[in-house]
């Protein structure tokens, strides 16, 4: 599930590395004092997307220090060596972080600067690539990625263009 999680945010760092609206339109979406922004429902994704063909982009991964690194695999060896009582603790506490609790197999103090240095990830550029954009028959994206990045190739068909975001009325 993370990684799912950090694939998709990594796909999307991505796109954002290749992409920016055309320039005819930074003035635009920059909100230049020439007047206010078109409701986000009138606004036409396909103008901030990249256009057609191969854009050098970056490979992000998200960084920890090395003590959460050392501290996150005390945790996992821990969560391991007890499956069973992992989830039913997970269970009992399905919103935010969990509580620290000694089968967590780290102290009460290593698990608050555990907790502490989550605010501490940064993205780190891990290789060069090449995103290849193509426009797909029914109007969406794909997207086909080298190197570090060609796992995130299934991910690319959600993208998607038209006269509407998502959610949008």
């Known amino acids: 599930m993370i990684r799912a999680v950090l ?5 999307a760092l991505l796109l954002a590395a290749c992409s920016g609206p055309p320039e005819s339109n930074k003035a635009a979406a920059a909100g230049n004092g020439a007047g206010p922004l078109p409701p986000a429902a009138s606004v036409n994704p396909a103008l901030y997307l990249p256009a057609e063909g191969p854009h ?6 998200i960084a920890a220090p090395a003590e959460m690194q050392r501290l996150a695999e005390r945790i996992r060896t821990a969560m391991r060596a007890r499956p069973d009582w992992f989830r039913a603790y997970a ?5 935010g ?4 609790h000694p ?11 555990f907790l502490a240095m989550t605010l501490q990830l940064n993205l780190v550029e891990i290789a060069r690539v090449t995103l290849t954009v193509t426009r797909r028959p029914d109007g969406g994206l794909a997207l086909a990625a080298t190197g570090q990045a ?5 991910a690319s068909s959600s993208i998607r263009t038209g006269p509407r975001l998502r959610g949008a009325r």
């Open 7 to 11: 694939s998709v945010a990594v796909f």
């Open 91 to 95: 269970a009992e506490h399905p919103r």
């Open 97 to 100: 972080e969990l509580p620290w």
């Open 56 to 61: 050098p982009a970056r490979a992000m991964a």
């Open 103 to 113: 089968n967590l197999g780290v102290s009460r103090e290593d698990y608050a600067r």
């Open 150 to 154: 060609a796992p995130l190739d299934a």
